[in-house]
DNA sequence: TTCTTGACTTGGATTGCGTCCATCGTAGGA
DNA sequence: TCCTACGATGGACGCAATCCAAGTCAAGAA
């Protein structure tokens, strides 16, 4: 993460405690998606001060930059992925909303037929897969 | 339409003209997907004092009983697919947010292994294809 | 080290989308 | 035709996210 950090203030970033916590609380959940409200509650914990819209500015400019990818499931709210440089696809409960990252075979880039594309300039695909995650099973 | 129409009436619904309408403008404009806002205004048209919460209600029970298909691509306003008696996948313009129906080759829940499941009972898979009009690209 | 400046943060207001609820209306069977 | 339970209404509400004007501060300059 520290990487990151580096890579952030390589871009010209001023690098601010309120970002830096951001970046700390994405990087101690690597394994779960964080919604917004969620970064925030964590980064609260450390900078009680730290307001909402700065948090959200903070994501929409680490997704702006690639280092996080927005995950907009359904109608609930957006998570964050921090792992934007190992490409995956996502497995969604339709219970709990939670998310894990799968690594299906095949790139569904290349099943998309040319006279399949009317004209769009396509530049990439998501597979989202649905289920009940064990937990909501029972 | 009328098919329609008849399943629904078959399934115990009764048959309201605020109903008919709804699903007449699911109908009409069926190349398109259509936001709840956009069918409200369009249902308005024919019968003016519709309210928004019916159009919501009517749309939540279309997708219950699996005649329309709800998409939600990014955080924006869910659409609604009318299509939803033939499988397809969705080609997405980020610019303008219009949505096309695009058939690939391959099937994705196929895609994915059983190690690659945790345990999930996957039931439904989804692609969703990326890129700029031709409209947005120029 | 201190100064300066513009980028960053704040929090409250606002928007957009959707749901809820108490009340009224009406489709369709008796 | 009448009854009644199901559906429609619309205004209030909730949640996620954005906007904005004012205050704050990181980092380069001197």
């Not at 964080?34 to 009680?48: C, G, K, M, S």
């Not at 964050?80 to 490409?87: G, L, R, V, W």
Request: aromatic share 6%; net charge negative; hydrophobic share 35%.
């Amino acid at each position: 993460m520290s990487d990151l950090l580096e890579r952030l203030r390589g871009r010209g970033w001023r690098l601010t405690s309120q970002r830096r916590v951001v970046a700390e609380v994405l990087d101690d959940g690597e394994h779960v998606h964080l919604t917004a409200d969620e970064v925030h509650a964590r980064a609260a914990e450390r900078l009680p001060e730290i307001s909402r819209a700065t948090v959200y500015n903070t994501l929409g400019e680490l997704v702006t930059l690639g280092e996080v990818t927005e995950v907009s499931t359904d109608g609930r709210a957006k998570r964050y992925d921090p792992n934007a440089h190992h490409p995956h696809q996502h497995l969604v409960c339709t219970g709990c909303g939670t998310i894990r990252d799968v690594h299906p075979t095949g790139s569904p880039l290349t099943d998309l037929p040319a006279d399949q594309r009317f004209g769009f300039t396509v530049t990439d695909a998501a597979v989202t897969y649905w289920g009940l995650c064990p937990a909501c099973a029972s």
